[in-house]
C-alpha cells in the first residue's frame, strides 16, 4: 500500500495536528455482523483521520464565515480568496520547498478528497471553495492524472451546481427555490455574494425555465447568519486567514526577487512552469 501524507504546512493551515471532538463524519465501529466494516477498521489510516478532522475544520470555518455578513462583510471576499490561493500552493509545494511532479498529484489528491467529503455532507461552501482552487490555470496545466472517483466528483459537481461560468446558477437556484436541508446545508458563501448583484437577471432566467423563485438571497444570508451568530466554538483555521504571501516558498521567492513589484499569482504560475518542466528556481 503507498504511503499517504499531507505536508506539515498543509496540516497547519486545516488544523490537523490538533483533535477536534465534532467530527462530521464518524466512522462505525466495526461489527462481528458486519464483515465490511470490520475490514474497513483494519485498514483505516492516519490518511482517513486527516479527511475527517479536515472536513470537521472546514464545515466549521464555513459556518463561522456566515457570521461576517451583518457586520464585516467588507472582510469576506479577502478570507475566501486567501483560502482559495492557499489551498493552490499547498497543492504546489511540499515542506518549505517547490513540490515535486509526484508530490503535487499527491497533494491535488487530498484536496479532491475533501472536496469529494464535502460534497456527501452537503457543505457546499467548501466543496465548490476546494473545486475552484484546482480549476486554476496554475492546477490544470500540470494535467495530473485522474482517478475514476475524481471524474464522478468533477460530473456530479457540474450536475448540482452548474459550472463556474455561470457563476454556479444551479446551485443558486436550489436555494432560492428552498430545495435544501437548513438543518444541515451550507451554501457557498462566495456564489451567494457574487450572484446577489445580479438577483433579477437570475429570477429572470428562473422564471424563463419555469421556476419560481420563492426565496430571496439577502433572505438566505440573513437566517444563516441567525442560525451561526452565537456559536462562539467556531473559530477560523488558518486556511482563511493566513495570507499567501506568507507561505515559506512566497517568502523565499520574494527575497530572490528583490522587486517592490512582487506579483503572487505570476509566481504561482513561475512555480507551476518549474514543476511542469522539472525546473529549479531555489536551492
Do not use: W
Not at 457586520?71 to 520547498?97: G, K, S, V, Y
Not at 499527491?106 to 467529503?117: G, I, Q, V
Not at 454556479?168 to 446577489?196: A, W, Y
Amino acid at each position: 500500500m503507498k504511503r499517504r501524507r499531507v505536508s506539515s504546512e498543509g496540516q497547519l493551515l486545516l488544523k490537523l495536528a490538533y483533535t477536534n471532538e465534532e467530527i462530521i463524519i464518524k466512522k462505525k465501529k466495526p461489527s462481528k455482523f458486519k464483515i465490511k466494516e470490520m475490514l474497513c477498521g483494519l485498514f483505516y489510516t492516519d490518511y482517513d483521520n486527516k479527511l475527517e478532522n479536515g472536513t470537521t475544520q472546514l464545515y466549521s470555518s464555513g459556518r463561522k464565515l456566515f457570521t461576517f455578513v451583518k457586520h464585516d462583510l467588507e472582510e469576506i471576499p479577502q478570507l475566501m480568496n486567501n483560502a482559495i490561493t492557499n489551498i493552490i500552493l499547498l497543492i504546489l509545494t511540499n515542506e518549505n520547498r517547490i513540490a515535486t511532479k509526484f508530490e503535487a498529484r499527491r497533494n491535488y489528491l487530498f484536496y479532491m478528497d475533501l472536496a469529494e467529503k464535502a460534497f456527501k455532507i452537503k457543505d457546499h461552501n467548501t466543496c465548490i471553495m476546494i473545486i475552484s482552487a484546482v480549476n486554476n490555470a496554475a492546477i490544470k496545466r500540470l494535467k495530473f492524472k485522474q482517478r475514476k472517483k475524481d471524474k464522478k466528483l468533477l460530473l456530479d459537481f457540474k450536475e448540482r451546481y452548474g459550472e463556474f461560468k455561470s457563476n454556479c446558477i444551479k446551485h443558486i437556484r436550489d436555494f432560492t427555490q428552498g430545495r435544501f436541508d437548513k438543518s444541515v446545508e451550507i451554501p457557498s458563501l462566495m456564489m451567494f455574494l457574487i450572484n446577489i448583484k445580479r438577483l433579477s437577471e437570475i429570477e429572470k432566467v428562473i422564471k424563463t425555465q419555469g421556476g419560481k423563485t420563492i426565496i430571496k438571497l439577502q433572505d438566505l444570508l440573513d437566517f444563516y447568519y441567525n442560525l451561526f451568530e452565537y456559536e462562539d466554538a467556531m473559530d477560523f483555521i488558518l486556511l482563511y486567514t493566513k495570507k499567501p504571501e506568507e507561505n515559506e516558498v512566497m517568502k523565499q521567492l520574494k527575497i530572490i526577487d528583490n522587486s517592490k513589484n512582487f506579483n503572487l499569482y505570476i509566481k504561482i504560475f513561475e512555480i507551476s512552469n518549474c514543476i511542469m518542466h522539472n525546473k529549479k528556481i531555489l536551492n
